[in-house]
């Protein structure tokens, strides 16, 4: 297990090494932690459960580390847990060999759907077993705690996988932690009940922050913070930091949020999904008041967006040779936002995206 965590001046430290080729705004603070964060950040979401994908994330993610992007986001689920396993191989060579120290380095994992184990069960039939025996068994959930197959947000579960995040990245501390897709719960459950469960999920991971297992938590959505209030699925910024406030008291540790920005999905940009008090915002706007901190996720949309863009964005963004670089670049340009998630498999894909944002000469 590595020690340690990502600080302020660690990850000054990486700025000042990184500085000279890539652009000035590069590394941006996540408030209010002082930490910096590469504004292009590792995903790891895609691709196949086998040791051919694991091979490419983790070579992929030390190149990444060492070329300037210090933050790698992944979670428990992704690629039933081996996108993790990955991610802990690159840390831990990229510290054994001196590319960067944990102090530098910021990682960002999930938690909420019941993860596979290396590889996909054969039948249903199967992972219902696997859920029995890893799960009910030991008393970490009850049957009645899954949502829609494979949810569920109680405090004993969030915390056991915690702490199988920590052993699967190899290190003692994981710098931010998201509940992943809670608006899931409303398949089930009434908004005042999924208030309930993430103000109890709140207290256990402002608890895990006091044990210094976690840095930091947020929540990771699809749709919650993208839909507008009164529609099913919504989820309110104001209430995830009321919820956090109720937890931790005003030095609670509810840093930031991740959802889907990019060229096709612009809500959070332009739609009105958010109350504060008798105020309507958009989702970086409410943010930005309330002082949470805002990922990008999807930022080439599964690579839709990695070619035939059309000729309107090659003009409003010249200087750029591809139109991933084009994507890229719009979303690590809007306000508001530390980082802009991209999947990458290769050291090529790092050249090109990082592209993006090389220091002007």
């Known amino acids: 297990m590595i020690s340690g965590h990502?600080?302020?001046?660690?990850?000054?430290?990486?700025?000042?090494r990184v500085a000279a080729k890539l652009a000035s705004d590069f590394?941006?603070?996540?408030?209010?932690?002082?930490?910096?964060?590469?504004?292009?950040?590792?995903?790891?979401?895609l691709g196949q459960c086998d040791d051919a994908d694991d091979i490419r994330y983790a070579d992929t993610a030390h190149h990444a580390i060492a070329t300037g992007i210090n933050l790698l986001d992944s979670a428990i689920n992704y690629r039933c847990q081996r996108s993790e396993r990955a991610f802990g191989k690159a840390l831990s060579r990229a510290v054994r060999m001196e590319t960067a120290s944990r102090d530098e380095l910021v990682v960002c994992t999930k938690g909420g759907y019941i993860?596979?184990?290396?590889?996909?069960?054969?039948?249903?039939?199967?992972?219902?077993?696997?859920v029995r025996r890893e799960y009910l068994e030991p008393g970490i959930m009850r049957a009645e705690d899954i949502v829609a197959g494979g949810h569920c947000l109680t405090p004993d579960f969030l915390a056991n996988q915690i702490a199988r995040s920590r052993a699967n990245l190899g290190?003692?501390?994981?710098?931010?932690y998201y509940l992943h897709n809670p608006e899931q719960q409303l398949d089930a459950i009434e908004e005042p009940e999924l208030e309930r469960r993430i103000r109890a999920a709140f207290?256990?991971?402002?608890?895990?922050?006091?044990?210094e297992e976690i840095g930091a938590y947020g929540c990771a959505t699809w749709g919650g913070l993208r839909t507008a209030p009164g529609e099913r699925g919504h989820l309110s910024l104001a209430m995830l930091v009321q919820c956090a406030r109720d937890a931790g008291g005003v030095d609670h540790h509810f840093q930031a949020v991740q959802l889907p920005i990019?060229?096709?999905?612009?809500?959070?940009?332009?739609?009105?999904?958010?109350?504060?008090d008798d105020r309507v915002l958009t989702l970086l706007e409410?943010?930005?008041?309330?002082?949470?901190?805002?990922?990008?996720?999807?930022?080439l949309l599964q690579s839709k967006l990695a070619s035939r863009l059309p000729q309107q964005m090659r003009e409003a963004l010249p200087?750029?040779?591809?139109?991933?670089?084009?994507?890229?670049?719009?979303v690590r340009g809007l306000p508001v936002i530390s980082s802009a998630l991209v999947g990458m498999r290769s050291a090529g894909h790092v050249r090109e995206n990082l592209g993006a944002a090389r220091a002007a000469h």
């Open 319 to 330: 200087g750029l040779s591809t139109d991933a670089q084009r994507a890229i670049a719009f």
């Open 27 to 45: 590394l941006r603070p996540l408030p209010p932690s002082g930490v910096l964060v590469s504004s292009i950040g590792l995903g790891s979401y």
């Open 115 to 130: 993860p596979l184990d290396g590889t996909q069960p054969a039948s249903r039939e199967d992972y219902q077993e696997y």
């Open 203 to 211: 207290e256990m991971l402002e608890a895990r922050c006091a044990a």
């Open 171 to 176: 290190v003692e501390t994981i710098d931010l």
């Open 286 to 299: 409410a943010a930005s008041e309330l002082g949470v901190a805002v990922i990008a996720s999807a930022t």
């Open 6 to 16: 990502a600080t302020a001046a660690g990850t000054a430290r990486y700025r000042t």
């Open 262 to 276: 990019n060229l096709a999905l612009s809500e959070a940009i332009r739609a009105p999904t958010q109350r504060i």
